[in-house]
């Protein structure tokens, strides 16, 4: 195999999650000491929560809460709702956190790949997708000590993986193809401006990480952002190719 299409393996190979990058991030500290702490009231109630409970249990003045709440709902991170009533007065805004306040991030993977790309961009075999496959055979365990996998033991390790570095993957079967249903990108800001660099670094993952378990099964294409939350990776057997 070309080297070039090698990316990080013999001599200068990454150990993700050892040797290497984390595979995800530690809690992001993107969010300052006030908001942080209204995020975290939010997160802890039973039940969504209105402007004067936060207030109360953060000891801010109830605009400062408002200030905040809507700052954190902008960025997604919770949800407002209208509280309904069966009397008369203006109802509550009510504000439950969402799943991308807790969804993790990965973006120490993806800056040592990105360096990768980089340092490779004057070889005209190296691309996101070859990259990819470099790290994606890096970030499982080699499979020579567990003998043959069956393609379900290959999906089922594929998403064991995936799920660790953020992608929050659901698998859903279709006779011999798999589809990766991936809730959460863990690169999505930056995926969402560059998809050709960050998507095909993704597809190139998949495709390494299933050539490092045996082969049994192949990543046969990946829809990136089908939803905002949701890109879909098709895999499907090798033996049906």
């Known amino acids: 195999m070309n080297r070039s299409e090698t990316g990080p393996v013999d001599g200068d190979r990454h150990h993700a999650g050892a040797d290497g990058p984390s595979l995800s991030d530690p809690p992001s500290p993107r969010l300052g000491t006030r908001r942080r702490a209204v995020l975290e009231c939010v997160q802890r109630a039973p039940e969504a ?5 936060v207030a109360a249990l953060t000891h801010l003045h109830p605009n400062t809460a408002r200030f905040h709440l809507d700052a954190l709902a902008a960025d997604e991170l919770v949800a ?8 008369r007065g203006r109802p509550r805004i009510l504000y439950a956190a969402t799943a991308e306040a807790t969804a993790q991030r990965s973006y120490t993977l993806l800056a040592h790949m990105l360096a990768h790309v980089a340092s490779s961009s004057g070889d005209g075999h190296s691309t996101p997708v070859t990259v990819g496959r470099s790290w994606g055979r890096t970030i ?3 499979a020579s000590d567990r003998g043959a996998l069956s393609m379900d033991d290959a999906v089922d390790t594929l998403k064991q993986v995936f799920d660790e570095v953020g992608f929050q993957p659901e698998v859903q079967t279709h006779g011999t193809e798999v589809a990766l249903m991936l809730r959460h990108c863990p690169f999505r800001e930056v995926a969402t401006v560059y998809p050709d660099v960050v998507c095909g670094l993704h597809l190139g993952m998949l495709q390494g990480a299933l050539a490092e378990l045996g082969g049994v099964a192949v990543a046969e294409s990946l829809d990136p952002l089908v939803t905002p939350h949701l890109c879909i990776a098709r895999v499907r057997s090798a033996a049906a190719a």
């Open 140 to 142: 499982v365990e080699h």
């Open 49 to 53: 929560v209105g402007v004067a409970d």
């Open 80 to 87: 407002r709702t209208v509280e309904p009533r069966t009397t």
